[in-house]
């Protein structure tokens, strides 16, 4: 009995294998996520470093000067926010109410396939062609001529179709169960849309809907034809210096045309501007995070 | 809006399924059934999974068409009016209460829980409601261990509280014809007991139709019972007869006493 108990747990050459290539692993799989976050704070260090020496708050409200080799960042900062605000007020709601047909709604036929693959393969559109796009229909075609309103209609349209996926992927998160049991007690599609399934994948959708910020704030091609200009002076600390119908400045274009475009610039400022771009990201991502935590202690199952 | 029919009434079913046949794209899952629900009876309804018993409710409170590739041909009448042709197919689904196999807590305080049904249905008086919300709790058996807590989230609850919450839920529209799925298989014994009892009080308000994966609870309950296998209708008769030594057909004899399914 007792020696057979103890070759029960002896370690055969199979276990000792199975240990090693468990150890292995996990060491391997630790180093590749490490690699991933030391390249962010490099990055991030790098570009404090170099900025520190122009980093203040006037460098945010006020104009570049002196043809952009010197001032702040007032007109492109405000540019973006407007880029970004527009865009998505137009994207969020289409997209979100898009999505609750689709997944809610739509029965399982050629036209919801044809639809789903139209959204997937929008998305995977690369942006110069979303740039092309928005040129024809909203600055020609519309009408608008290059204006913030057909800049912000062209993110739009490159940020719907991933809206569109992370709403039904928040939505498909509630239990079908919910639904079933709405539905025998009489209630309408709509009824357990609105009292069960939207409630609860709330967090979800503005994660969703707050994560493509970043990319409306990051992407240059979109806007460089439809309404980002190269420079334009406005009213300083004015935050309604920009009429949707005119042209605006934008962070991400301002920082292509001063590192490439521009020769003699102060040091610091094209520094400081990627600093300003990616810091404005990082709030929202992170005012997205707070979000989802205080929504999500609110989740009921 | 019967006329003064007795317990074991004939006259006007309650519930008349003819000829129901239902496929799920090209599998078919009831091959052609007809049977009749009395009024305040319990029928109970047996069979091996599979075999087409859920489908059966679906179709009677018309969910089933919320899923997409599905053929229903046939009638299935509730108090003689062929329920394909109801236009208010939401007031329908309020006459009948559903109780599933998983008990459904949904993500609401367990008085939300169960005042759902009537708010969807435009009841806002809070003493209205009020009212509701006890006398289903009542009559499922929860009442006294809820009673003070009904502000807690119905997904909070034990399993078996869960299922008896399910209940009141269906309870709480009024139903006639109250429909459960194999409510036991996620209920321990002690509580299925409890609502068997539960049942057996609401006999006399409303038609039941038990679906059941246990062949002894039909025996407890139900006044008549029902054999489905593969989508065939072997046998209905009355609960005596099914559990004897000598029902009609030879597969229900075998399914009753265990030796397949």
Redesign the interface.
Same mark, same amino acid.
């Given at each position: 009995m007792n020696t057979d108990t103890q070759a029960m747990f002896t370690e055969t050459a199979i276990s000792r294998q199975k240990r090693h290539i468990e150890n292995v692993m996990r060491i391997f799989l630790l180093v590749i996520t490490s690699m991933m976050i030391i390249p962010l704070l490099l990055i991030i260090g790098y570009l404090l470093y170099k900025a520190l020496p122009v980093l203040s708050l006037e460098f945010l409200f006020t104009n570049p000067k002196d043809n952009m080799r010197a001032g702040g960042l007032w007109a492109p900062f405000l540019g973006t926010i407007y880029l970004v605000v527009v865009s998505l007020l137009v994207s969020a709601p289409i997209g979100v109410f898009a999505a609750v047909y689709l997944n809610e709604y739509a029965r399982e036929n050629w036209f919801t396939r044809i639809t789903n693959l139209a959204v997937v393969n929008l998305a995977g559109v690369p942006s110069i062609v979303h740039a092309l796009f928005g040129v024809g229909a909203f600055v020609l075609f519309a009408g608008l001529g290059e204006s913030i309103l057909a800049a912000s209609l062209t993110l739009a349209i490159m940020t719907l179709p991933v809206i569109i996926a992370s709403t039904t992927e928040a939505l498909k998160a509630v239990p079908m169960s919910f639904r079933e049991a709405c539905w025998n007690l009489g209630a309408t599609r709509w009824q357990t849309i609105r009292r069960i399934v939207l409630p609860n994948s709330i967090s979800g959708i503005l994660t969703g809907v707050i994560l493509q910020v970043s990319r409306a704030a990051g992407e240059t091609a979109p806007i460089m034809f439809t309404g980002a200009v190269f420079y334009k002076a406005i009213a300083e600390g004015d935050i309604f210096a920009y009429n949707i119908t005119e042209q605006c400045m934008a962070l991400s274009l301002h920082l292509f045309t001063i590192s490439t475009q521009v020769p003699d610039v102060t040091e610091g400022i094209p520094y400081g501007t990627a600093i300003v771009l990616v810091g404005t990201v990082l709030l929202v991502n992170a005012a997205s995070i707070v979000l989802r935590v205080y929504l999500r202690t609110r989740k009921k199952w | 809006m019967n006329t003064n029919g007795d317990n074991s009434s004939q006259i006007t079913p309650v519930i008349q399924v003819s000829d129901l046949k239902v496929r799920y794209g090209d599998k078919s899952a009831l091959n052609g059934i007809s049977f009749d629900v009395h009024k305040n009876e319990i029928l109970g309804i047996i069979g091996p999974a599979q075999s087409g018993k859920t489908t059966l409710l679906k179709v009677i409170?018309r969910?089933l068409e919320?899923t997409?590739?599905t053929t229903v041909e046939g009638s299935v009448k509730l108090d003689g009016v062929d329920i394909s042709t109801i236009n208010d197919v939401? $007031?329908? #689904? #309020?006459r009948i209460g559903?109780v @599933?196999p998983?008990p459904? $807590? @949904?993500? @609401?305080s367990i008085y939300d829980n169960v005042a759902? &049904?009537p708010r969807? $249905?435009g009841i806002r008086a809070k003493s209205e409601l009020d009212e509701i919300v006890e006398r289903c709790l009542q009559q499922a058996a929860l009442w006294d261990e809820v009673k003070d807590r009904l502000d807690t989230?119905g997904?909070k609850l034990s399993g078996g509280q869960q299922q008896r919450l399910?209940i009141a #839920? &269906?309870l709480?529209?009024q139903p006639e014809i109250l429909c459960l799925d194999e409510f036991s298989i996620a209920v321990d014994p002690v509580t299925t007991m409890r609502i068997e009892d539960v049942l057996d009080t609401l006999r006399s308000e409303m038609t039941i139709l038990l679906v059941t994966n246990l062949v002894q609870q039909a025996k407890r309950l139900a006044n008549r019972t029902a054999f489905i296998l593969n989508g065939d209708l072997i046998e209905i008769d009355t609960t005596e007869v099914i559990f004897s030594d000598n029902p009609t057909n030879q597969a229900t004899y075998d399914y009753v006493n265990g030796n397949f399914g």
């Amino acid at each position: 009995m007792n020696t057979d108990t103890q070759a029960m747990f002896t370690e055969t050459a199979i276990s000792r294998q199975k240990r090693h290539i468990e150890n292995v692993m996990r060491i391997f799989l630790l180093v590749i996520t490490s690699m991933m976050i030391i390249p962010l704070l490099l990055i991030i260090g790098y570009l404090l470093y170099k900025a520190l020496p122009v980093l203040s708050l006037e460098f945010l409200f006020t104009n570049p000067k002196d043809n952009m080799r010197a001032g702040g960042l007032w007109a492109p900062f405000l540019g973006t926010i407007y880029l970004v605000v527009v865009s998505l007020l137009v994207s969020a709601p289409i997209g979100v109410f898009a999505a609750v047909y689709l997944n809610e709604y739509a029965r399982e036929n050629w036209f919801t396939r044809i639809t789903n693959l139209a959204v997937v393969n929008l998305a995977g559109v690369p942006s110069i062609v979303h740039a092309l796009f928005g040129v024809g229909a909203f600055v020609l075609f519309a009408g608008l001529g290059e204006s913030i309103l057909a800049a912000s209609l062209t993110l739009a349209i490159m940020t719907l179709p991933v809206i569109i996926a992370s709403t039904t992927e928040a939505l498909k998160a509630v239990p079908m169960s919910f639904r079933e049991a709405c539905w025998n007690l009489g209630a309408t599609r709509w009824q357990t849309i609105r009292r069960i399934v939207l409630p609860n994948s709330i967090s979800g959708i503005l994660t969703g809907v707050i994560l493509q910020v970043s990319r409306a704030a990051g992407e240059t091609a979109p806007i460089m034809f439809t309404g980002a200009v190269f420079y334009k002076a406005i009213a300083e600390g004015d935050i309604f210096a920009y009429n949707i119908t005119e042209q605006c400045m934008a962070l991400s274009l301002h920082l292509f045309t001063i590192s490439t475009q521009v020769p003699d610039v102060t040091e610091g400022i094209p520094y400081g501007t990627a600093i300003v771009l990616v810091g404005t990201v990082l709030l929202v991502n992170a005012a997205s995070i707070v979000l989802r935590v205080y929504l999500r202690t609110r989740k009921k199952w | 809006m019967n006329t003064n029919g007795d317990n074991s009434s004939q006259i006007t079913p309650v519930i008349q399924v003819s000829d129901l046949k239902v496929r799920y794209g090209d599998k078919s899952a009831l091959n052609g059934i007809s049977f009749d629900v009395h009024k305040n009876e319990i029928l109970g309804i047996i069979g091996p999974a599979q075999s087409g018993k859920t489908t059966l409710l679906k179709v009677i409170n018309r969910t089933l068409e919320l899923t997409s590739g599905t053929t229903v041909e046939g009638s299935v009448k509730l108090d003689g009016v062929d329920i394909s042709t109801i236009n208010d197919v939401y $007031g329908l #689904r #309020r006459r009948i209460g559903m109780v @599933l196999p998983l008990p459904v $807590g @949904l993500p @609401l305080s367990i008085y939300d829980n169960v005042a759902f &049904a009537p708010r969807t $249905g435009g009841i806002r008086a809070k003493s209205e409601l009020d009212e509701i919300v006890e006398r289903c709790l009542q009559q499922a058996a929860l009442w006294d261990e809820v009673k003070d807590r009904l502000d807690t989230l119905g997904t909070k609850l034990s399993g078996g509280q869960q299922q008896r919450l399910t209940i009141a #839920r &269906a309870l709480s529209h009024q139903p006639e014809i109250l429909c459960l799925d194999e409510f036991s298989i996620a209920v321990d014994p002690v509580t299925t007991m409890r609502i068997e009892d539960v049942l057996d009080t609401l006999r006399s308000e409303m038609t039941i139709l038990l679906v059941t994966n246990l062949v002894q609870q039909a025996k407890r309950l139900a006044n008549r019972t029902a054999f489905i296998l593969n989508g065939d209708l072997i046998e209905i008769d009355t609960t005596e007869v099914i559990f004897s030594d000598n029902p009609t057909n030879q597969a229900t004899y075998d399914y009753v006493n265990g030796n397949f399914g």
